[in-house]
Each structure stands twice: as C-alpha cells, then as structure tokens.
C-alpha cells in the first residue's frame, strides 16, 4: 500500500486541487453498507465483488439492470454491494467509491465498471482514479486522505477476510440471497430470476 500511496501523491501534486465539498467521511461511515433498492425489502441479495474483475463488470452492466428493473426498483430486493478485491488497484477502487458521498456510491460503481478496461489498464491507474474522482465531486486530497485512513483500507479487507471465512467467498462476483450462497461468477438474469421468483411468492 505504501507504493500506492507514493505513485497518488506525486499524481496528487500534478493536478490543481479541487475545492472540496464535505469533508472525507469517517472510517465507520464510509465501511457501512451500501444498498441498492428498498432496505425494508424481504429478499437480500448479497454481492462481493472487485472493481478489477472483469466479471464483475459484465454483472453490473448485463445482468444488475434487468435485476433493477424487476426485482430491486418494485421493491422485491435490495441488492447490499460489498468489496472483496482481489489485488491493490481493486482495493485503491474501493476506497475512491466508498469516500465519495453515499448518495453517489452506485454511481461511482457505475462508471468504475464501465471504464474498468480503461482506467486498470492505463499507464498510470492512480492518476486515472483521480480524474475519475475530480468528476463525480470527490476532491483529489479527500481521496488522498480516505487512502490514508488505514481504519477504511483495514476495514475492507476485514470485509474480504470474512466473507472467505463465513461464507467461503473465494471468487468473484459471488452472491448471498437470503444469507445462502447461491450464484457465483457471471451469470446471465434468468438465473437470478429463476431463484428470486420462488423467494418472491
């Protein structure tokens, strides 16, 4: 991490800060879960998931919106997304998505997915998380500042470590519905909703 920290630092310096808007949030803030659709829905789906996988990406932009559409938006499920990176830029990701305003956490997690190929892949990955960060309201020294929080660097990867241990999670993305892991890699909508509509009645 201390790598890390050191290639953001001189990305920080190249770059005219931007005002920032409300301060970083704290540790317990920014590690609470963030949840897509109803809280008070009876169906829990579960996702653990890393920004650099690409299965991950193929989830959020194939299967999540047809999900959305008929199950999350009309208050069948909530979808609770939690991290579970599988490398150091995945966690750098992480931590940029989860110090942004929770409001915008789903988002974040939007354009991460769908520019993955484009910010893991360029010469400067940190850099290009930056930038990434400058347009969604999050200023380069308040992401500076979440990387240097080692209670949300710590606390993510506590989040990996008991997802391994609790529910066996050793891929990615996996999903929990109703605490029963259930589905594991990329899978198309009609798996989902083959197992959400016996839940659902």
């Known amino acids: 991490m201390t790598r ?15 005002p920032a808007g409300a301060a970083p949030p704290s540790a ?36 999540l919106p047809e999900l959305k559409k008929n ?12 991290d579970f990176p599988f ?4 966690l750098t990701a992480a931590v940029l998505a989860r110090c942004a305003p929770p409001q915008r956490y789903f988002q974040f997690l939007d354009v991460l997915f769908q520019n993955q190929t484009k910010w893991a892949r360029d010469p400067n990955p940190i850099l290009a998380l930056v930038r990434i960060g400058k347009l969604g309201g999050l200023g380069a020294d308040d992401f500076k ?4 929080n080692k209670k949300i660097v710590d606390g993510l990867l506590q989040i990996r470590l008991t997802a391994a241990r609790q ?19 990329f899978q198309p909508y009609e798996v989902f909703d083959k197992l959400l509509k016996k839940l659902a009645n």
Not at 145 to 148: F, G, K, T
Not at 167 to 181: C, E, H, M, R, Y
């Open 71 to 82: 199950y999350l938006d009309t208050g069948k499920a909530k979808l609770v997304y939690r």
């Open 4 to 18: 890390l920290l050191a290639i953001l630092a001189t990305a920080v310096a190249l770059l005219v800060t931007v």
């Open 145 to 148: 500042a979440c990387l240097d």
């Open 28 to 63: 317990e803030e920014a590690l609470t879960d963030r949840v897509l659709g109803n809280p008070d829905a009876p169906i829990t789906i579960i996702e653990y998931s890393s920004l650099t996988c690409p299965h991950c990406r193929n989830f959020h932009l194939n299967t």
């Open 167 to 185: 529910f066996d999670v050793n891929a990615t993305p996996t999903f929990l519905i109703n605490g029963k892991k259930l589905v594991v890699g």
């Open 87 to 90: 490398d150091q830029l995945g």
